[in-house]
């Protein structure tokens, strides 16, 4: 079975600083991986994407992540933390179904916390 | 143009009523889902239609019955209404290929009291 595993609950980083959100997954297949960010009382936006190819992938807001298919991880890389940047980031890895339909999982999600 | 919109942004209500949720996508996708994230904000898919036809029925209580009059719109509707049932509820779309990202409505929180 797919899943998605985000070990950390919080992220702490100053303002200016690289950010780093970890993300460990586990899938049968070709892995299709996803980042989203959810700000408060809002709904979930789509940030980036694996899909093959160049192992960085660049998304928005200066987002980007390294997928690595040896440690099977798709962590969340930021060079230059905003305070902006401050919410809830969920991994989440696409699940091919036999019976028709793609099933997303998400992780738990992590709180990033950037501090002036 | 707000390309997933949900009604109502908020639902409060007693236990035992049944309440209903609208979904619209302006984005000509074709497939559509219905979310359910918790206190703890954990997500977790409960239901998809691809152009009207259920693809996926998660293991939700039968009190859940989803409509997809045609693929713009899904809605949520909810019978007997239970305090666990609060929770934030977001629906979400996009084109039905493996690596396509969804997009997301901003979500209803219902509350039941």
């Known amino acids: 079975a797919q899943s998605v595993a985000q070990p950390e609950d919080q992220v702490n980083v100053a303002e200016g600083n690289p950010l780093t959100v970890k993300c460990t997954y586990s899938?049968?297949?070709?892995?299709?991986l996803f980042w989203y960010v959810q700000y408060p009382n809002r709904g979930l936006q789509f940030l980036l994407k694996?899909?093959?190819?160049?192992?960085l992938v660049k998304g928005s807001y200066g987002f980007e992540a390294e997928f690595n298919k040896s440690q099977t991880s798709f962590h969340l890389k930021k060079p230059s933390a905003l305070v902006s940047d401050s919410a809830l980031y969920f991994c989440a890895v696409r699940d091919p179904r036999g019976t028709g339909g793609f099933k997303t999982i998400f992780g738990a999600g992590t709180r990033l916390f950037v501090k002036a | 143009d707000t390309a997933v919109s949900q009604t109502p942004k908020y639902l409060v209500t007693q236990m035992g009523n049944d309440k209903s949720i609208k979904c619209e996508q302006n984005?000509?996708?074709?497939?559509m889902y219905w979310y359910k994230q918790d206190s703890k904000k954990f997500l977790k898919i409960m239901f998809s239609y691809n152009n009207k036809e259920l693809i996926i029925n998660e293991t939700v209580p039968n009190r859940f019955s989803p409509k997809s009059p045609d693929k713009a719109h899904l809605n949520l509707h909810i019978n007997s209404l239970e305090l666990g049932d609060s929770a934030v509820y977001f629906c979400?779309?996009?084109?039905?290929?493996?690596?396509?990202?969804?997009?997301f409505g901003p979500g209803t929180r219902l509350t039941v009291l």
């Open positions: 694996y899909i093959t190819g160049d192992n």
């Open positions: 899938v049968s297949g070709n892995p299709y």
């Open positions: 984005l000509g996708h074709d497939t």
């Open positions: 979400a779309s996009s084109q039905e290929v493996i690596y396509n990202e969804q997009f």
